[in-house]
């Protein structure tokens, strides 16, 4: 177990009077370099700075990939939401009686990090935003909720399916949309953009069915002149979109103006049948 000087066998101490200074006792089973090759550290390291600049190369990628992809489809959410009370009367005005408006229908571009951005709804009227949209949506769905309670059929399931009717037409406009821009052979627009102009109708059928609350009569004035106005809204709209932020060629303007017929007809039976509450 032991030799006569209390240590463990195999640690051999050197003669009285030649004991080495302290910290520098031999070890019992003493080891060379790692796995016994001089070259290991370097090599590690080399291993090391290759992987994390290669790892860095491809997440660097990966993330400017996933950013680009979504700022072409979906934009930054926040921007649709930066709007104050002024920015939503005008737009309101511009929403239901386009004829009205005098301004230019092109929205207002900036140089943000080397590359031009469009101003948010704050600075520009013709800007789409989501606050109105939604806003509006919820206001529908209220206004459904009094038309039928007057009518004495207000229960939970005719709210339900007044909101998923509303829903549907939402998804339908959205959807009108996108095939008339994927129709001219132009270039991507970002999804909330699209959802922004489709849900714009709700604003119109508001009115319409507050009209309706009032004077029942009013609704067969009230529904066609909102759809008239929201048909030429989103004309104008798209027309900017195709020819302006688009860059689209002019060589097909017959069938686009065909299609942007296409899209204000279109607009008639939706809001009839948005507007049928209690049917």
């Known amino acids: 177990m032991y030799n006569n000087y209390g240590n463990p066998p195999g640690m051999q101490m050197p003669p009285t009077g030649q004991m080495p200074p302290a ?14 090759n001089p070259f290991y550290g370097a090599s590690s390291g080399l291993i090391r ?34 709007v104050n009370d002024q920015y939503v009367r005008n737009k309101l005005k511009v929403i239901l ?25 704050i600075y520009d009227i013709n800007a789409p935003d989501l606050y109105i949209p939604f806003m ?7 206004l459904a909720g009094f038309t039928l309670g007057f009518m004495g059929k207000f229960t939970p399931e005719a709210i339900n399916l007044q909101f998923s009717r509303g829903l549907i037409g939402w998804a339908l406009q959205i959807v009108i ?10 270039g991507e627009v970002p999804l909330l953009d699209l959802v ?3 849900g714009y109708l709700f604003a119109g059928l508001s009115l319409a069915v507050v009209s309706r609350l009032l004077w029942a009569y009013s609704y067969y004035v009230m529904m ?7 048909g030429v809204f989103l004309v104008r709209t798209m027309k900017r979109v195709l020819f302006t932020e688009m860059r689209s060629s002019e060589r097909h303007s017959t069938r686009q103006h065909y299609f942007l017929l296409f899209l204000a ?3 008639f039976p939706l809001f009839f049948w948005l507007g049928n509450i209690g049917a």
Do not use: D
Request: proline share 9%; charged share 10%; hydrophobic share 35%.
């Open 23 to 36: 910290g520098q006792m031999p070890s019992a089973n003493p080891q060379p370099g790692q796995f016994g």
């Open 49 to 82: 700075t290759g992987l994390g600049a290669y790892g860095e190369k491809f997440l660097g990628s990966s993330s400017e990939f996933m950013q680009s992809n979504i700022n072409r489809y979906f934009s930054n959410p926040q921007y649709y939401f930066h």
């Open 97 to 121: 009686f386009p004829f009205l408006h005098r301004g230019h229908w092109t929205r207002i571009s900036e140089p943000v990090g080397g590359r031009l951005s469009y101003k948010p709804p």
């Open 136 to 142: 509006a949506f919820g206001s529908f769905i209220i």
């Open 177 to 186: 949309l996108k095939g008339l821009l994927y129709s001219m052979g132009g």
């Open 196 to 198: 922004a102009y489709g």
């Open 224 to 230: 066609p002149w909102m759809s008239l106005c929201m």
């Open 265 to 267: 007809i279109a607009q």
